[in-house]
């Protein structure tokens, strides 16, 4: 069966500082991959998403950024942390196509930048 | 464009009671919509949705939502709260065309709380 992990489930920075925030998938292969995040106050929000090893496309411009250095593994990164970094992040995978395209969420990283 | 409201961030019922969470959507495109829960320390899961034919569907857990199209709602029920229904439940929308189902537009949430 396919199971995605996300890690950590918490994190506290200190502005300015770096990020990475790593997701697996395993029972599955050619995922397409996507990070979203919940601020405080408001909806999830789609980052980014990849539909291949290499590929990411981009949804909100901002501070992150996101790679994919392999087939089932999405990575989140910041070179320096904002205060509006903070909030909840989910990665995600989804497989089919069309009406019978399933998506599955990680546990979710909440990170606290101070 | 599409949006989705979710009134109500909190919402507390007695267990037993009916549970309504309400989701009202804006699409110019027919929509796909969807209701996840988030039980806690957990990853979101899908509850239900909907894409074509009937409009009221069946979920997990008891869960049933009703598409109404002229009221752009698409609002989540359960007849009877069991205390292990206390979640976050998320409304989301995406076109019925175009992308794939990982772009959604997610709802602020709702959190279900159950009272003994």
């Known amino acids: 069966s396919q199971t995605i992990h996300q890690w950590p489930a918490t994190l506290v920075q200190p502005v300015g500082s770096p990020l990475s925030l790593e997701c697996t998938v395993e029972?599955?292969?050619?995922?397409?991959l996507y990070w979203y995040r919940q601020a405080a106050g408001r909806g999830l929000q789609l980052l980014f998403y990849?539909?291949?090893?290499?590929?990411i496309s981009s949804e909100v411009p901002q501070n992150l950024s996101a790679s994919r250095p392999q087939d089932r593994q999405f990575i989140l990164s910041s070179k320096k942390l904002l205060l509006s970094d903070s909030g909840f992040y989910l990665c995600?995978?989804?497989?089919?196509?069309?009406?019978?395209?399933?998506?599955?969420f990680g546990s979710g990283t909440q990170l606290s930048v101070l | 464009a599409q949006s989705v409201t979710q009134l109500g961030s909190h919402v507390s019922v007695s267990e037993g009671a009916l549970v309504l969470l309400r989701c009202n959507y804006s699409?110019?495109?027919?929509?796909?919509l969807f209701w996840y829960v988030q039980y806690p320390n957990q990853g979101l899961q899908l509850l239900l949705k909907?894409?074509?034919?009937?409009?009221l569907v069946k979920g997990i857990n008891g869960f049933e939502a009703e598409f109404k199209k002229s009221e752009t709602s698409f609002h989540l029920t359960k007849p009877s709260a069991h205390m292990s229904d206390a979640a976050e439940y998320f409304c989301?929308?995406?076109?019925?065309?175009?992308?794939?189902?990982?772009?959604?537009?997610f709802g602020k949430g709702t959190k279900l709380s159950v009272k003994p």
């Open positions: 990849s539909v291949g090893i290499g590929q």
């Open positions: 909907y894409t074509t034919g009937a409009t």
């Open positions: 995600a995978w989804s497989v089919g196509t069309g009406l019978n395209e399933k998506l599955f």
């Open positions: 029972g599955t292969s050619n995922p397409n």
């Open positions: 699409s110019s495109v027919p929509p796909y």
């Open positions: 989301a929308v995406r076109p019925s065309y175009g992308g794939s189902q990982g772009n959604l537009i």
